[in-house]
Nanobody, 118 residues
Framework: VQLQVSGGGLVQAGGSLRLSCSTS????????IGWFRQAPGKERNFVAT????????DYGDPVKGRFTISRDNAKTTVYLQTNSLKPEDTAVYFC????????????WGQGTQVTVSS
């Protein structure tokens, strides 16, 4: 199983980035995919999650209304569209997969750095 994260970078406040989480080795449609982030010296926090069908999504309070999670099951890829970025969104962003019957995320991708300048 592999989760490959891409799309991070440096952006000015108010800007946008689209992060991608491309997967392989999973029966993709039965896995929920989540995005998490970790800023330097801070704990890892939940950002967003999407169900296997894409019909259910959830967001952490800091990103509600600004970020959108989506998935393309044909491409086994999940996206995180980040809009109206703020300096406090600066972090390493990770994606993770959990089997729909489990409560824990058991597969993780490497992180991608998102830096938002003021």
């Amino acid at each position: 199983v592999q989760l490959q994260v891409s799309g991070g970078g440096l952006v000015q406040a108010g800007g946008s980035l689209r992060l991608s989480c491309s997967t392989s080795g999973l029966t993709f449609s039965v896995y929920h995919i989540g995005w998490f982030r970790q800023a330097p010296g801070k704990e890892r926090n939940f950002v967003a999650t999407i169900s296997g069908s894409g019909g259910t999504t959830d967001y952490g309070d800091p990103v509600k209304g600004r970020f959108t999670i989506s998935r393309d099951n044909a491409k086994t890829t999940v996206y995180l569209q980040t809009n109206s970025l703020k300096p406090e969104d600066t972090a390493v962003y990770f994606c993770a997969a959990r089997y729909f019957m489990r409560s824990d995320y058991n597969y993780w991708g490497q992180g991608t750095q998102v830096t938002v300048s003021s």
